[in-house]
């Protein structure tokens, strides 16, 4: 636990860092809400919407403006501090670790996302040649059912079948 909260810290001050950066070359003020915004991103886990970074910064007692979330996360996305993703149940972000590329599986049923490793579509996409393109990095969204809502449909098929059973047929003849 100890190694995964270091690495975290260390995320975060790289974003810090990053921030930085951007904002004193830009001549920006390093305001109070930006950084509590970045802090509140890396506090979350996995997947999140703009509803549940407000929600974490209103439990933090830290009020800010719909207007001034947009424009920060806008900026975060822009500095690869976070990605953007959207997906079936809405706009959703992820602070960016040390891999720059994603595979993702997207239940269509129940929109949970889960992150998976594909060594073989990682060397894919970085042995594609592309032309007057530099890759950063990729995303690639895998759509389907989930392990748990196909054993919920499957379920319902057995439910649904020995209701069917139970029940007496019209066309017989008593």
Do not use: W
Not at 147 to 171: M, T, W, Y
């Amino acid at each position: 636990m100890l190694c995964i909260c270091k690495m975290k810290e260390n995320l975060v001050n790289k974003a810090r860092e990053i921030l930085d950066n951007y904002l004193v070359a830009r001549g920006h003020r390093k305001t109070p809400e930006r950084y509590n915004i970045l802090e509140a991103c890396y506090s979350l886990k996995g997947h999140f919407s703009l509803e549940d970074l407000g929600s974490l910064l209103e439990k933090r007692n830290f009020r800010v403006s719909r207007a001034t979330l947009y424009n920060t996360m806008r900026l975060f996305v822009e500095l690869r501090i976070l990605t953007r993703h959207n997906l079936l149940d809405g706009t959703k972000y992820e602070v960016c670790d040390d891999r720059d590329d994603h595979v993702h599986q997207v239940c269509t049923v129940c929109g949970k996302v889960t992150e998976i490793y594909v060594p073989q579509i990682t060397q894919a996409v970085h042995d594609a040649e592309l032309k007057g393109f530099r890759k950063n990095g990729f995303t690639l969204y895998i759509y389907g059912v989930c392990g748990h809502c196909q054993a919920k449909f499957s379920k319902r098929i057995l439910v649904d079948e020995e209701e069917k059973s139970k029940k007496p047929n019209k066309n017989e003849h008593r």
